[in-house]
């Protein structure tokens, strides 16, 4: 079964402390793989996409990147305003539609 | 900026009632989907469209359809609401089939 697994469930932060999100994925032949961010009660934002092992992606604070079957989401020093759930996806099988995580809520505190 | 507009950001709907959710996309993206969103289950993608009149079920289409009349616009139908269709419902779009989705703000739909 095509699938993607994000890890942990939830993630609690002080302000400044770094850490990653995890998203494995387990369909063969990877075709790309995004990562959103989602506020509470708002649609998924668009943060980044990653086609090739090795390849990294930056945005203020954070980092994508990928190896073969798994992707990491790279927060460096949070802050509040940074707190959401974070989704990864990736293509089905068959090509046809998105397979989305079930995401990783972060909560950064002051 | 690709935009994505859904017709309203919160419904309430009774038993029963055919229910209509429209979204639009400005950036000419031939493909189009709807999902919902519900706690501890994530997206679930229930019908997508890669052209105008053109659709194909996704994993949860049961008691939903869809119309795709125009490329910019996609509209999800519940044909007869039920209180199980509670949900925040979410529009999106892409330029290719598996490419990145740019998704509406959704519509937290209540049926009592």
């Known amino acids: 079964e095509d699938q993607v697994t994000q890890s942990p469930e939830a993630l609690r932060l002080q302000e400044g402390e770094s850490s990653s999100l995890n998203c494995s994925y387990t369909?063969?032949?990877?075709?790309?793989l995004f990562w959103y961010r989602q506020d509470p009660g708002k649609g998924p934002e668009f943060l980044f996409t990653?086609?090739?092992a090795g390849e990294e992606k930056e945005k203020e604070r954070l980092k994508a990147t990928l190896t073969k079957k798994e992707s990491f989401l790279h927060i460096t020093a949070p802050k509040p305003e940074d707190s959401a759930t974070y989704l990864c996806?990736?293509?089905?099988?068959?090509?046809?539609?998105?397979?989305f995580g079930k995401g990783t809520t972060l909560s950064v505190s002051s | 900026d690709v935009k994505v507009t859904q017709s309203s950001r919160y419904l309430v709907k009774r038993t029963g009632e055919k229910v209509f959710l429209e979204c639009v996309q400005d950036?000419?993206?031939?493909?189009m989907f709807w999902y919902r969103q519900d706690p501890g289950l994530g997206l679930r993608l229930i019908y997508f469209?890669?052209?105008?009149?053109?659709?194909e079920k996704g994993d949860i289409p049961e008691g939903y359809s869809v119309s795709r009349e125009k490329k910019e616009r996609f509209s999800l139908i519940l044909e007869s609401a039920s209180t199980n269709q509670t949900s925040m419902y979410l529009c999106?779009?892409?330029?290719?089939?598996?490419?990145?989705?740019?998704f509406g703000p959704g519509t937290r739909l209540t049926v009592t």
């Open positions: 469209s890669y052209d105008v009149k053109m659709k």
């Open positions: 990653l086609y090739s």
């Open positions: 369909v063969s032949g990877l075709r790309g």
């Open positions: 996806a990736g293509p089905n099988q068959a090509g046809t539609a998105l397979i």
């Open positions: 999106a779009s892409s330029k290719t089939r598996e490419g990145e989705q740019y």
């Open positions: 950036m000419d993206h031939e493909n």
